[in-house]
């Protein structure tokens, strides 16, 4: 399975806690593992998993599929497709594996009660799908993973001020280690505040490049509404799709900003660019669409991809 992490505990016996999270923290802005599994309590005889495909019916591959997307956070596309058929290998092998989607919207009118949902989404930077598990309803960055102290929320807190208020969706870490005399709670010093950051790193919040930090693609997902909440000012929206946007490309002449994804698209096989608000010039370099057949083409393993860009997704 390529590094995924695939141990699950058997049906009948859940976690105790909420499965952790890649670098320690838990699954944030969730209801407790306990209720998630207490709502997806009708298991389905294993004499007719084979044949379920009516929304809202819960079997034990769409519940090991949730566990162990809960475990990890969130999952590139690729991932996701290879953790569904890992499922159905181990519970339903004779089961022909069902379409992503109707899967995934399986799930989700499950967890509608829940105000949860497995949400998609593309990275900022490359355009890449990426799935997550977020909560549909408004939250505050006080109901951030358990294992955060509040001092450490509050680093979090003004780091994302920085990235929203950048014009280039990052902030510096000499700029927010310059804030930790400013926390909420107990005092921090600054080689703590680098260990902290790179928990928010390891937790996917956020990504760093080059001694810079951006949201990563599951903090956009989970933090939507938030953000535009508590930011109306400062919040920067995408003209082609309309999502929030954190890094991307904007005209110069009128200003309006494009997530990279999209800028590729837009302006695919356009040898001269125009802006789609006011049509002037589009100065800066259109980067190239994401294509998961080309990637796959070229026998590069996402790690090696990773290193290139210099990134951690």
């Not at 890094?247 to 096989?269: D, N, W």
Request: proline fraction near 5%; hydrophobic fraction near 30%.
């Amino acid at each position: 399975m390529g590094g995924l992490d695939l141990r699950w505990q058997p049906m009948g016996e859940p976690h105790t806690r909420s499965p952790r999270l890649e670098g320690g923290a838990e699954p944030s802005f969730l209801p407790s593992s306990s209720s998630v599994w207490t709502a997806l309590g009708r298991c389905v005889p294993p004499s007719m998993q084979g044949n379920t495909r009516r929304t809202g019916i819960m079997t034990d591959v769409h519940r090991r599929f949730l566990q162990l997307l809960m475990t990890h956070g969130v999952l590139e596309e690729c991932d996701v497709k290879r953790l569904q058929k890992h499922c159905y290998k181990v519970h339903d092998c004779n089961a022909t594996i069902e379409k992503l989607e109707d899967f995934i919207n399986n799930i989700n009118s499950v967890l509608e009660s829940l105000y949860i949902e497995i949400k998609k989404g593309v990275t900022e930077d490359d355009g890449r799908p990426i799935y997550a598990l977020v909560n549909l309803a408004t939250t505050s960055i006080s109901k951030m993973a358990s294992d955060f102290a509040e001092n450490e929320l509050d680093l979090f807190r003004k780091a994302l001020e920085l990235i929203i208020d950048s014009d280039t969706g990052f902030a510096s870490s000499t700029n927010i280690l310059n804030l930790v005399d400013q926390l909420k709670g107990k005092k921090m010093r600054k080689k703590e505040a680098e260990h902290v950051l790179q928990k928010f790193v390891q937790s996917k919040w956020l990504i760093e490049k080059e001694g810079e930090f951006t949201l990563h693609g599951r903090a956009i997902l989970e933090m939507d509404q938030y953000i535009r909440e508590t930011y109306p000012d400062a919040v920067k929206v995408c003209n082609i799709c309309r999502s929030l946007l954190i890094q991307g490309q904007s005209c110069e002449t009128c200003g309006i900003r494009m997530h990279l994804p999209c800028v590729a698209k837009y302006f695919q096989s356009n040898s001269e660019p125009h802006c789609p608000h006011c049509n002037d010039y589009w100065p800066h370099e259109v980067p190239e669409v994401f294509d998961p057949e080309k990637e796959r083409e070229t026998g590069m393993s996402r790690s090696n991809k990773r290193s290139l860009r210099s990134r951690q997704h």
